[in-house]
């Protein structure tokens, strides 16, 4: 009887844990960045990333906390993710410039984005992102930012629509 | 093949027609309550596969529900094709493509697509025009909008047997409209009374209507886009797409006197050319502007004991031109990102400005008509930062839904 009880519980135990499992992995399009689409062109730098500063996050759609994730790059080519942050509106309209180049520690009084250390979110509250992005010299182009971030016990992803294009070294930019 | 499915449309309108008359013989005045199903058959209507081409909220002029029964019939517009084609004095059918029926003080109408017409509409494969007409104690119905076939395209595909499976109808997006009858229009004083069968106040619960081309209005110029800077740092360039959509307003009046029309509704057309209007920098603010050419329609309907007529002013087709005015007025735009110099962002609009006087009209019909481009993606506007500087949206950040965009030094 006692070993019917512990097969029972064990058994009931794991249907929770696949079960919250399943529920946590489900991952979805949210509204946490809401754009019609555009792109942008903004000259290399020989040193190091440029700021990429169009984006807002707003959490309106969720109920309970919202954790971001990570930031990634979908259909890049020559750029790569060196950080990102998010910042208070007001700092972000000011301080972000798009385009130019991130000094050291620029931002680092600002929560940054990274897997081992998520930002957390209030519901309803808007910040805005700076991603750092760093082009080959030969340029280099991202179809999409994405952010993922996980709320009311599911897992998301929201994309940028502005396409981004970083020119090579010495080379302006061109339609 | 245009030409076959139209003529398809005009049979469902054809076989439609036959079977209204007897709707008018069946129902006079308010003496039986009317149901959707019985509309429906009195019409030769097959509602069951339950697409709604709109929802209306038909209402008094208090906001409170009408307190009669409202049949209002959905008739599409010929092609644009052949209304591009129509010659003045032309004559051309409406086609019967659904109804709604609204019963006693209950102010919400479905108005539910026929089965054949709607598969007719997916063959036409092109925006198809959509006039709500009815009439009331209270005044006429007459709204006028533009259904897009591709949103009906992926979900209204018939089985083997012709049928439309239930997945597939729950998709198109009905369009909510506001109504208040009479409020749009008055019954003409000169309304064609055939008979009077009854002392209550009587309105056809059912008619075949008609459109004739009064007169081609010819090229009138439509706004389309805008776009401003404060500094000669930054310039920006317009551009008009092919494909791109643009919700041009309709006009409607009773007696087609000048400063007689209202606004009732808007249609969507599509442009056939790209067109880039040359870069501007230094401060302004400039409105860019098309052509559309505008027709002024009579449409007439018939019922069983009356017939009515209406005109509407209404555009005919995209005709192209690159006009603009300048304001040294800045518009406001105070969410702003900075610029580093030498980039450029461009973005294409998916909802622009909608100028209420977008269309210049008030010459002919006392009033200008709206217009708005961006439906989809009708439009594009390009800064490019010569020197460092801010860009500025209206309602939100460039990079989300700014609407109208301003480059700041």
């Not at chain 2, 010459?363 to 009708?378: H, K, N, P, R």
């Amino acid at each position: 009887m006692t070993r019917l009880r512990t097969v029972i519980l064990t058994l009931t135990v794991l249907v929770a844990a696949l079960s919250a499992c399943s529920s946590s992995s489900s991952t979805g399009p949210s509204a946490l960045i809401d754009e019609s689409p555009g792109s942008l062109c903004v000259p290399n730098s020989q040193n190091g990333p440029v700021q990429y500063g169009l984006t807002t996050l707003n959490t309106a759609q969720f109920s309970e906390e919202t954790t971001i994730d990570a930031v990634e790059l979908v259909n890049a080519d020559g750029i790569t993710v060196a950080g990102a942050w998010v910042l208070p509106l007001d700092v972000w309209e000011n301080d972000v410039v798009t385009g130019a180049e991130i000094a050291v520690g620029e931002f680092d009084e600002y929560p940054k984005i990274s897997t081992t250390t998520p930002v957390r979110m209030e519901p309803n509250t808007m910040l805005g992102l700076v991603v750092a992005l760093d082009a080959d010299d030969a340029g280099g182009a991202v179809e999409h930012i994405r952010v993922q971030h996980h709320s009311d016990g599911r897992s998301f992803h929201a994309d940028s629509s502005n396409r981004i294009t970083v020119a090579a070294i010495g080379e302006a930019c061109i339609d | 093949m245009k030409n076959q499915l139209t003529q398809r449309l005009v049979g469902i309108s054809l076989s439609a027609a036959l079977t209204t008359v007897a709707l008018g013989t069946v129902l006079p005045a308010s003496a039986v309550e009317l149901t959707e199903d019985a509309v429906a058959d009195e019409l030769g209507l097959n509602l069951e596969h339950g697409l709604v081409l709109a929802q209306v909220n038909l209402t008094e002029s208090d906001g409170s529900a009408l307190k009669e029964e409202v049949v209002i019939q959905a008739f599409a517009w010929p092609s644009t094709e052949l209304l591009e084609a129509q010659q003045e004095g032309e004559t051309l059918p409406l086609t019967l493509v659904g109804v709604g029926v609204s019963n006693s003080g209950d102010s919400s109408v479905d108005i539910k697509l026929d089965e054949d017409a709607a598969r007719s509409l997916v063959k036409v494969g092109e925006p198809v025009d959509i006039s709500l007409l009815g009439q009331t104690t209270e005044g006429d119905i007459n709204y006028g909008f533009t259904v897009n076939t591709e949103e009906i395209q992926p979900q209204v595909q018939t089985t083997a047997r012709g049928a439309f499976t239930t997945s597939q109808r729950s998709e198109l997006e009905p369009r909510e409209i506001d109504l208040v009858p009479g409020e749009a229009s008055q019954l003409p004083e000169d309304s064609q009374e055939v008979a009077q069968p009854t002392q209550e106040p009587y309105r056809e619960k059912s008619a075949k209507c008609y459109l004739t081309l009064k007169q081609n209005l010819g090229k009138k110029l439509v706004a389309v886009g805008s776009g401003a800077q404060n500094t000669k740092n930054i310039k920006h360039t317009f551009t008009y797409k092919k494909g791109g959509v643009t919700t041009l307003g309709v006009g409607i009046s009773a007696t087609g006197k000048k400063g007689s029309f209202k606004s009732s509704g808007e249609v969507s057309r599509k442009s056939d050319s790209t067109t880039t209007w040359p870069a501007k920098s230094g401060s302004v603010s400039r409105e860019y502007k098309t052509y559309y050419t505008y027709g002024r329609y009579a449409y007439t309907c018939h019922g069983m004991f009356k017939s009515w007529s209406q005109e509407e002013i209404r555009p005919i087709s995209y005709a192209g031109g690159a006009q603009y005015s300048d304001s040294s007025k800045i518009p406001t735009a105070t969410k702003c990102v900075n610029h580093v110099k030498g980039s450029k962002f461009t973005k294409d609009t998916s909802k622009a400005t909608t100028w209420s006087n977008g269309a210049s009209l008030k010459s002919v019909i006392g009033i200008d008509l709206s217009s708005q481009a961006g439906y989809t993606e009708a439009v594009s506007i390009k800064f490019e930062f010569t020197g460092a500087g801010k860009l500025c949206g209206s309602n939100d950040y460039p990079g989300g839904k700014p609407n109208r965009l301003v480059g700041k030094g």
